[in-house]
């Protein structure tokens, strides 16, 4: 079955690019030209995906980024951030939110089927076999794409919650930014290790007692970042 994807763009060009490109790569597409549309379409249709563009009328990208990952029915699915602004600060300030993912116009369409696969492969996969990982309070299940700290349920997004997979699968292993991008979400680029950092400040939020004292993802100094699953008090 295909998977529905929405395109949010006030850009009607780009609509038609981004759709005619995701359609020839077998998926059924959804259009909104503004905020409004676009959340109507979310609520009523649940599309596996959603393009969204950052600047658009009536409801920016901020806004219903931040309304979709606040409601627990919508929560998990996965965004593809589109925006024509280039400042570092717009794109982790999107990260932070909730995107998945982003890609700063003017981009090639190809490059957003290439996303959109490994985003909807992130998020469609699941072993033949239960797959709990456990260390300490923490608790991640594959099957379930469910996560819990202490017994408490939190919402991850499909990026933070390959990151995190990627981690626990490996404890005490240091990666490197690029090694952990590379092995987490299947692919890397230039720009995405910084994209990283908000990752994991959005991932210590929900799971660390104190995030500036982390006692799960810790940073490693002139490497990147690893899990400790030493038990506590060592």
Same mark, same amino acid.
């Given at each position: 079955?295909?998977?529905?994807?929405?395109?949010?763009?006030?850009?009607?060009?780009?609509?038609?690019?981004?759709?005619?490109?995701?359609?020839?790569?077998?998926?059924?597409?959804?259009?909104?030209?503004?905020?409004?549309?676009?959340?109507?379409?979310?609520?009523?249709?649940?599309?596996?995906?959603?393009?969204?563009?950052?600047?658009?009328?009536?409801?920016?990208?901020?806004?219903?980024?931040?309304?979709?990952?606040?409601?627990?029915?919508?929560?998990?699915?996965?965004?593809?951030?589109?925006?024509?602004?280039?400042?570092?600060?717009?794109?982790?300030?999107?990260?932070?939110?909730?995107?998945?993912?982003?890609?700063?116009?003017?981009?090639?369409?190809?490059?957003?089927?290439?996303?959109?696969?490994?985003?909807?492969?992130?998020?469609?996969?699941? +072993? /033949? &076999? !239960?797959?709990?990982?456990?260390?300490?309070?923490?608790?991640?299940?594959?099957?379930?794409? =469910?996560?819990?700290? %202490?017994?408490?349920?939190?919402?991850?997004?499909?990026?933070?919650?390959?990151?995190?997979?990627?981690?626990?699968?490996?404890?005490?292993?240091?990666?490197?930014?690029?090694?952990?991008?590379?092995?987490?979400?299947?692919?890397?680029?230039?720009?995405?290790?910084?994209?990283?950092?908000?990752?994991?400040?959005?991932?210590?939020?929900?799971?660390?007692?104190? +995030? /500036? &004292? !982390?006692?799960?993802?810790?940073?490693?100094?002139?490497?990147?970042?690893?899990?400790?699953? =030493?038990?506590?008090? %060592?």
């Amino acid at each position: 079955m295909s998977h529905r994807i929405l395109v949010v763009d006030d850009d009607k060009q780009i609509v038609r690019l981004v759709q005619a490109y995701l359609e020839k790569a077998g998926y059924i597409i959804l259009t909104a030209f503004d905020g409004d549309e676009a959340m109507r379409i979310i609520r009523r249709e649940r599309p596996a995906l959603i393009v969204l563009d950052l600047m658009l009328p009536k409801k920016d990208g901020y806004e219903i980024t931040k309304w979709l990952r606040a409601d627990s029915s919508l929560a998990a699915t996965p965004i593809l951030m589109l925006t024509a602004r280039i400042e570092d600060t717009d794109k982790i300030l999107g990260l932070e939110l909730g995107a998945d993912d982003y890609l700063t116009k003017p981009f090639n369409p190809r490059e957003v089927v290439a996303r959109v696969r490994a985003i909807l492969r992130r998020t469609s996969s699941a +072993p /033949s &076999t !239960p797959h709990i990982l456990q260390i300490r309070g923490l608790q991640l299940d594959v099957d379930r794409h =469910a996560v819990t700290i %202490d017994g408490r349920a939190i919402e991850t997004t499909p990026t933070e919650f390959a990151v995190l997979r990627t981690l626990m699968e490996n404890p005490m292993r240091a990666f490197t930014r690029g090694e952990l991008i590379e092995k987490a979400l299947g692919y890397t680029y230039e720009g995405l290790e910084r994209t990283l950092d908000s990752h994991i400040k959005n991932l210590r939020k929900k799971i660390e007692q104190d +995030p /500036s &004292t !982390p006692e799960y993802i810790e940073t490693v100094f002139g490497v990147g970042y690893r899990i400790n699953d =030493a038990p506590e008090g %060592d």
